[in-house]
């Protein structure tokens, strides 16, 4: 059984609604099982507890979390029970939503309560699928009418869609849909988005990379859209032109495992096979390490601007430039690069910008 826990979060009245429908008509069809964890805070504050009833808003965001996490736990027990080869199960809206209405030090305490931390919280959905509010680009249809615990007004509507963004930049796949569509478009772009993830028809990664400047660290930091997160990547044997990594990804003792597998499609396409790891496992696969590659060590700052996601990795070895990547569901998409990053050329199809190469370094 193949199950697939994915997030769809969004500002207020960003079409959150209409999307779970059309996602269980679309991946319904495809042969899915497909399961939805209700939005929490809807549940809470329309049978009485609420921020304004509770002591304290971080009291109430508490008791969300730990429902969230409870409901999540239960639809994957029972996922495994069902006679079903693909389970994808939908959360509407998810753990780090929470992080968007708290302090840091309040979502800190938060984290502990439920005896985890935000790495994992984050990083416990395969993907992330992100609805920017009507109030963004499409402020004649903003509405509250149809959402009695919706009530934000239109400014506040917006500022709460870029805290929401900013709450889960550092995902691995974090995908932003906005209004520069129809209201059908953003729909049809979101199902296209999951079905690409997914790997329907195949996991094709398609991945664009640039050598740019080494950046300024403090303006990254310093965005409230951009995220640190420590990578080491090892290379592991291969009986064929596959190429074989395990990942530990996470920030201040905190991790995640991963392992990968990557098989070239074309030049900008391949196909990749990721799964979650315990720390068991990848401790397991590090005693087939491949060693004639070093591990790769680098800090991945995680931005998010104009609704796309950058990937600027930092290694040590270099002091004057770096990379940036970005995963994109269509070839021809146009690349928006904040003025910060001073690209100096693309090395999408630059074997000596590889990372398998760079581990030779």
């Given at each position: 059984m193949e199950i697939t826990k994915i997030v769809i979060t969004g500002g207020p009245c960003a079409g959150k609604s209409t999307a779970m429908s059309r996602i269980q008509e679309e991946f319904g069809e495809l042969g899915y099982t497909v399961l939805f964890v209700p939005e929490t805070?809807?549940?809470?504050?329309?049978?009485?507890?609420?921020?304004?009833?509770?002591?304290?808003?971080?009291?109430?965001?508490?008791?969300?979390?730990?429902?969230?996490?409870?409901?999540?736990?239960i639809f994957e027990e029972a996922a495994r029970t069902m006679d079903a080869e693909k389970v994808l199960i939908v959360c509407d809206r998810g753990a780090l939503d929470s992080k968007a209405y708290m302090k840091p030090q309040e979502f800190y305490e938060a984290a502990k309560a439920v005896d985890s931390n935000e790495v994992e919280l984050r990083d416990n959905y395969d993907a992330v699928f992100h609805l920017v509010t009507a109030a963004k680009?499409?402020?004649?249809?903003?509405?509250?009418?149809?959402?009695?615990a919706r009530t934000e007004n239109i400014e506040q509507a917006i500022a709460l869609d870029e805290k929401l963004i900013s709450a889960w930049t550092g995902h691995p796949?974090?995908?932003?849909?906005?209004?520069?569509?129809?209201?059908?478009?953003?729909?049809?772009?979101?199902?296209?988005?999951?079905?690409?993830?997914?790997?329907?028809?195949?996991?094709?990664?398609?991945?664009?990379?640039?050598?740019?400047?080494?950046?300024?660290?403090?303006?990254?930091?310093?965005?409230?859209?951009?995220?640190?997160?420590?990578?080491?990547?090892?290379?592991?044997?291969?009986?064929?032109?596959?190429?074989?990594?395990?990942?530990?990804?996470?920030?201040?003792?905190?991790?995640?495992?991963?392992?990968?597998?990557?098989?070239?499609?074309?030049?900008?396409?391949?196909?990749?096979?990721?799964?979650?790891?315990?720390?068991?496992?990848?401790?397991?696969?590090?005693?087939?390490?491949?060693?004639?590659?070093r591990p790769i060590r680098k800090t991945r700052y995680c931005l998010t601007y104009e609704n796309q996601y950058f990937e600027i990795d930092i290694y040590p070895f270099w002091n004057d430039k770096a990379i940036v990547e970005l995963e994109l569901s269509d070839e021809n998409t146009q690349i928006t690069f904040p003025k910060q990053l001073k690209v100096i050329k693309e090395v999408t199809d630059d074997e000596n910008y590889k990372n398998s190469f760079l581990a030779n370094k």
């Open positions: 805070a809807t549940e809470l504050i329309t049978g009485g507890v609420a921020p304004w009833t509770c002591g304290t808003v971080a009291e109430y965001q508490i008791c969300l979390l730990k429902l969230q996490l409870k409901k999540e736990k680009g499409a402020a004649e249809f903003y509405t509250t009418d149809n959402n009695s796949h974090l995908r932003v849909i906005d209004n520069s569509v129809t209201f059908e478009g953003k729909i049809k772009r979101l199902i296209a988005e999951i079905a690409a993830f997914l790997g329907e028809p195949e996991p094709y990664e398609i991945e664009r990379k640039y050598l740019i400047e080494y950046p300024d660290i403090d303006w990254l930091e310093a965005n409230p859209t951009c995220q640190r997160i420590e990578i080491i990547q090892t290379y592991l044997k291969s009986q064929s032109d596959d190429e074989l990594r395990v990942r530990q990804r996470g920030i201040n003792g905190n991790y995640i495992y991963f392992q990968t597998i990557k098989r070239k499609v074309n030049d900008v396409k391949r196909v990749e096979i990721e799964r979650r790891l315990s720390k068991e496992e990848y401790l397991e696969l590090l005693m087939d390490v491949d060693t004639t590659k």
